[in-house]
């Protein structure tokens, strides 16, 4: 598989992993995408680990800087323990993702290109107070192995992970039951943390700017958009109304985009029937309005010029999120793990016990 062509399958998954989501609640998240790489030809780095604070990046390592940094100003009050621990975990992990990458391609008879080993680990804590935790794996794509959080044991998605899971939930090496003391406890505890030096950023409530326009597709037929931008926090619910009163399901709706200032944007699209009489408004619900819903009507007499630079602005926010999550190539919750084996160890994880999850399988 060319790089290129690795790059645009991820484009859709990557779309899957920032979907749209409803309005804001006091939920909190702290998940870690780790990622290696089987050739160093693919433009990638063969190991990174990105971690992300509900949908913000908060720190990151890979390969080529070989150095864990912060990615917001609030993290940096951890200080230099916190990061020097980090980059050491960063550094042991490389080899061990490289090797990982090399026993699953062994695994699926494969010689060369360019494959992919990830995991994706986290926890959340729910506005009700209750927690959750989850520890999952893909390969090129692929579920491959995920950890069952009732029972403690990894569960294969795939023929080719028997191995490993048998492994890994053997009573030697109980690997499940030492990751529950990290995503119960320590993940917890460092969520809890984080939370509090970014509750001023995670708490910024800016309110949207709504544009819409319309484009004749036919005799018939008009096309409406729907651009909402501007926003903070991420989560938003848009949809176009008829008559005020009959929602109309959209067809298009693209994923919540980042702008470069820490914003969002979004963009609904519709078919309707073009007739006289009946009028369209997008309707916006964001926790910056409170109770109230924003509602644009689209005014079929009105000019878009400035259409085509905020479409422009899409398509770099769409090259940014290319840039930040490239590698993540799953998001399905409790469906999926991946790597070929127990030669695990997970750099975010700031307990020594993990040190010792470094046996191949």
Known sequence: MTAGRMKMMMIPLILIILGVSGVECDSHTLRYYETGVSSPGSGLPVYSVVGYLDD???????????????????????????????????????????????????????????????????????????????????????????????????IPTMNEAQITTQRWNSPEMRVGERDKNYLENLCMEELKQFIEYGREDLERRVPPEVKVWGHRQSDDVTRLQCLVYGFHPRPVDVKWVRNGKDDVPSDVMSPILPHPDGTYQIRVSVEVPTKEGDTYSCHVDHSSLGDET???????????????????????????????????????????????????????????????NSSSN
Not at 91 to 115: C, D, F, W
């Open 294 to 356: 924003l509602s644009v009507i689209w005014d079929p007499k009105a000019k878009s010029g400035n259409t085509p630079i905020i479409i422009g602005v899409v398509v770099v926010a769409v090259v940014l999120i290319i840039g930040a999550l490239i590698g993540f190539l799953i998001y399905r919750r409790r469906s999926g793990k991946t790597p070929g084996d127990r030669n695990i160890y997970v750099p975010a994880r700031n307990n020594e016990e993990n040190a010792s």
């Open 56 to 154: 913000k990046e908060i720190e990151n390592y890979n390969s080529d800087t070989h150095q864990f940094l912060p990615r917001t100003e609030w993290m940096k009050k951890l200080g230099s323990d916190y990061w020097d621990r980090r980059t050491q975990a960063g550094r042991g992990a490389e080899p061990v993702y490289k090797h990982n990458v090399q026993i699953l391609m062994s695994r699926y008879n494969q010689t060369g290109g360019i494959h992919i080993v990830q995991e994706m680990y986290g926890c959340e804590l729910r506005d009700d107070g209750t927690t959750e935790g989850y520890d999952q794996y893909g390969y090129d794509g692929r579920d491959y192995v995920y950890l069952d959080t009732q029972r403690w044991i990894y």
